[in-house]
Nanobody, 125 residues
Framework: QVQLVESGGGLVQAGGSLRLSCAAS????????MRWYRQAPGGQRDLVAQ???????NYVDSVKGRFTISRDNAKNMVYLQMNSLKPEDTAVYYC???????????????????WGQGTQVTVSS
């Protein structure tokens, strides 16, 4: 089992910055992809950014040039630096990882997806 804990959310004025962090712990052999999703009130959970194990990144068009995803493989952490924040960035932000580990019940190595509990980001106009 893998636990993900996000931090760094909060209330910020439009144009401001926040840095989200997500720490992965537990039974981890390796972490492949790491991602940030967000879900606005009444909306669906959408992918914001992702980073592969080798460092290649992808972003949704609405955050390109403003958000930067990064990771620290030694610490099993992923970050999301958010600059020039807009009110439409207001959402709960979720960390998501694909981790290779051994299932405790079956002793089978596999690639599994895990989610954090989310952290609220509110951008005021």
């Amino acid at each position: 089992q893998v636990q993900l804990v996000e931090s760094g959310g909060g209330l910020v004025q439009a144009g401001g910055s926040l840095r989200l962090s997500c720490a992965a712990s537990g039974s981890i052999f390796s972490i492949v992809a790491m991602r940030w999703y967000r879900q606005a009130p009444g909306g669906q959970r959408d992918l914001v950014a992702q980073i592969a194990s080798g460092g290649r990144t992808n972003y949704v068009d609405s955050v390109k040039g403003r958000f930067t995803i990064s990771r620290d493989n030694a610490k099993n952490m992923v970050y999301l630096q958010m600059n020039s924040l807009k009110p439409e960035d207001t959402a709960v932000y979720y960390c998501n990882v694909d981790a290779a580990n051994v299932d405790a019940a079956t002793a089978v190595m596999g690639l599994r997806t895990y989610w954090g509990q989310g952290t609220q980001v509110t951008v005021s106009s």
